[in-house]
């Protein structure tokens, strides 16, 4: 099993930056593929990024695709979400998940991920 603690979310400025930060303890994180998922109120849980286990492959959003990027050390068992250029819209509670080292099915589906962190809120303000 792994344990999933995201941080570095907070309240910005649209136009501005964040970067989400993903800990993960209980087993090494190269056993996983990662994700990040985000769910606005009122809205369903819908992808954002994901990161393959070796971080060779990654895949986005076409709604954030040129502004967040999603990276990996799996030396320090951590995944990182870079978020520029912040849009009112991606006002979200952001998740981190880890899924099977190699998937079955989508890395954009998130019945592939068995493990989901708690969340941490970003809030971009017009």
């Known amino acids: 099993q792994v344990q999933l603690v995201e941080s570095g979310g907070g309240l910005v400025q649209a136009g501005g930056s964040l970067r989400l930060s993903c800990a993960a303890s209980g087993r090494t994180l190269s056993s996983y593929a990662m994700g990040w998922f985000r769910q606005a109120p009122g809205k369903e849980r819908e992808f954002a990024a994901a990161i393959s286990w070796s971080g060779g492959r990654t895949y986005y959003a076409d709604s954030v695709k040129g502004r967040f990027t999603i990276s990996r050390d799996n030396a320090k068992n951590m995944v990182y979400l870079q978020m520029n250029n912040l849009k009112p819209e991606d006002t979200a509670l952001y998740y981190c998940?880890?899924?099977?080292?190699?998937?079955?099915?989508?890395?954009?589906?998130?019945?592939?991920?068995?493990?989901w962190g708690q969340g941490t809120q970003v809030t971009v303000s017009s």
């Open positions: 998940a880890a899924g099977p080292r190699y998937l079955s099915g989508s890395y954009y589906d998130p019945n592939e991920y068995g493990y």
